[in-house]
């Protein structure tokens, strides 16, 4: 069975980085995508970004960009979110997610999503 775990989470002020990571076990994420999302109090999950078997890689928005980057260790079986200037909006609780299949190109809904983490807290103060 596979599990995923993130860490990371944290408080953070405005404008700060902090780096999120996904260890995965029981699951070779080698040909795999990996997904991250994230959550706030009665919003549906977003998609944050994503990064395919062979390292694409698709953000949400462009705005994402040039503040997050996603990128995976297969040896560790680990992906990680390495976030930048960061705001008071991306305060919420941030999950990692497999895909479903192998070789797949990656996925935006959460549906499309084999296996998830339990979430870690992201709080950026103003």
């Known amino acids: 069975q596979a599990q995923l775990v993130e860490s990371g989470g944290g408080l953070v002020q405005s404008g700060g980085s902090m780096k999120l990571s996904c260890a995965v076990s029981?699951?070779?994420?080698?040909?795999?995508?990996i997904g991250w999302f994230r959550q706030v109090p009665g919003k549906e999950r977003e998609f944050v970004v994503g990064?395919?078997?062979?390292?694409?890689?698709?953000y949400s928005k462009d705005s994402m960009k040039g503040r997050f980057t996603i990128s995976r260790d297969n040896v560790k079986n680990t992906a990680y979110l390495q976030m930048n200037s960061l705001k008071p909006e991306d305060t919420a609780i941030y999950y990692c997610?497999?895909?479903?299949?192998?070789?797949?190109?990656?996925?935006?809904?959460?549906?499309?999503?084999?296996?998830w983490g339990q979430g870690t807290q992201v709080t950026v103060s103003s």
């Open positions: 029981g699951y070779n994420l080698d040909y795999y995508a």
């Open positions: 990064i395919s078997w062979n390292g694409g890689t698709r």
């Open positions: 997610a497999a895909g479903t299949r192998p070789l797949q190109s990656i996925p935006l809904g959460p549906n499309d999503y084999a296996y």
